[in-house]
Nanobody
Framework: QVQLVESGGGLVQPGGSLRLSCAAS????????MAWYRQAPGKERELVAF???????NYLDSVKGRFTISRDNAKNTVYLQMNNLKPEDTAVYYC??????????????WGKGTLVTVSS
């Protein structure tokens, strides 16, 4: 059984910062790609950023220069540092891990999401 738990969401004013965390637990052998998605009301879920096991990362164009994704492999945790937040960043943020379990099963898992609201 693998679980992903996000934390760090909340209400922040425009221009503010938040740091999201997503910790994976369970029978995990290795995690390949760790990613953050978001879904705003009435919109489809979109990929915000991802980072590979080698540290290669990529970002949605609208967050480049403002968001930074990082990972701590020892803790099976991925982070998303969000600076200069804008109202259009308001969404539920989900983490997704593509991983291999100790039994050799490869799949991806989602967290339940954390709400980020950017408003004055």
């Amino acid at each position: 059984q693998v679980q992903l738990v996000e934390s760090g969401g909340g209400l922040v004013q425009p221009g503010g910062s938040l740091r999201l965390s997503c910790a994976a637990s369970g029978s995990i052998a290795s995690i390949n790609v760790m990613a953050w998605y978001r879904q705003a009301p009435g919109k489809e879920r979109e990929l915000v950023a991802f980072i590979t096991s080698r540290g290669t990362s990529n970002y949605l164009d609208s967050v480049k220069g403002r968001f930074t994704i990082s990972r701590d492999n020892a803790k099976n945790t991925v982070y998303l540092q969000m600076n200069n937040l804008k109202p259009e960043d308001t969404a539920v943020y989900y983490c997704k891990d593509s991983l291999l379990t100790v039994t050799g099963y490869g799949s991806y898992y989602w967290g339940k999401g954390t709400l980020v609201t950017v408003s004055s």
